[in-house]
């Protein structure tokens, strides 16, 4: 999965850009990485129950109580750029994303994606469609779910993070 990621961009809403796989390999930190777009109708019925937990747990500073932090990482579907920045006000401001323009290297990687890009970004078999939350353990090497959403809503975000915090 490494391989997969490096030399991906995340930036946060201050333009600070650091690479994929570096960022999610600082020690404690739990990466997800939420394919999302404000035109789904799905995505925007998740993200507010998502947003009110992911407050509630971590705060603005996004961390537990045990030092570990979730970093959630924006995964555009939007239908332009513009739109994405346009839109990216309705996340959490300790949320990150990935810039548009690179957000296909991590659609195809995780065969992630809405179904009107799958032809565009030749994805023969789609895992999941959005929304979708990926996390991924702190090395980068593998999968610990690809049901992120339906973790948060089985078991609520702390317990989900536990869960995927110990894996």
Known sequence: MTSDIDGVAVSDRNGSRWNLGEFCGVSGRVCALFFTAQWCPDCREVLPGFVQQYDANFGSDAKTNSGSSLAVIIVPSDNTPEEFVKN????????????????????????????????KLKIKERKYGIP?????N??????????????????GLQKAFEIWNSK
Not at 98 to 111: D, I, R
């Open 88 to 119: 990216q006000t309705r996340f959490p401001s300790s949320w990150y994303s990935v810039p548009f323009e690179e957000s296909h290297k991590l659609k195809v990687a995780f065969q992630v994606c809405a179904q009107k890009e799958q032809s």
């Open 132 to 136: 979708t939350l990926v996390v991924f």
């Open 138 to 155: 702190r090395n980068t090497t593998s999968v610990k779910s690809f049901q992120g959403i339906q973790d948060i809503h089985n078991y």
